[in-house]
Nanobody
C-alpha cells in the first residue's frame, strides 16, 4: 500500500501562484504513476494532470495546459503541482492519487489505487 499526504494549499488572489506537494510513503517502489484531481463544491472530481513515474511522461487536462506543471522528485517520492495564473474557477479541493500497476488511464479516477486526503485551494480577492 501507498500512503499519500498533500500540502501547500491555501488562499491566493486571482493571478497568483501556488505549489502543491504530495509525499508518498509505504510501498513506493510499486508506484506506476501519480495524478492530481480536484473537486469543487457540488461538482464531480475532475482530472487535472498526471505523470508516469518511469519516463516522466505527463498528461494534462485542457483546463491545466499552459498554467499548471506537474513534476516529481523520485528520491523524495514526491510529486508537485505548480499552479500559475490562478483563477477563481480553480477553487477546489485538490487530491493526489497513485496508480500502482498498468493498465493506467490518467484521466479515469477508477484506475488509481491510493488517494490523499486533499488540500484546499481557494482563489479569491
Amino acid at each position: 500500500q501507498v500512503q499519500l499526504v498533500e500540502s501547500g494549499g491555501g488562499l491566493v488572489q486571482p493571478g497568483g501562484s501556488l505549489r502543491l506537494s504530495c509525499a508518498a510513503s509505504g510501498s513506493t517502489f510499486s508506484i506506476n504513476a501519480m495524478g492530481w484531481y480536484r473537486q469543487a463544491p457540488g461538482k464531480e472530481r475532475d482530472f487535472v494532470v498526471a505523470i508516469r513515474w518511469s519516463g516522466n511522461v505527463k498528461f494534462y487536462a485542457e483546463s491545466a495546459k499552459g498554467r499548471f506543471t506537474i513534476s516529481r522528485d523520485s528520491a523524495k517520492n514526491t510529486v508537485y503541482l505548480q499552479m500559475n495564473r490562478l483563477k477563481p474557477e480553480d477553487t477546489a479541493i485538490y487530491y493526489c492519487a497513485a496508480d500502482l500497476s498498468d493498465p493506467w488511464d490518467p484521466s479515469r479516477s477508477e484506475t488509481y489505487d491510493s488517494w490523499g486526503q486533499g488540500t484546499q485551494v481557494t482563489v479569491s480577492s
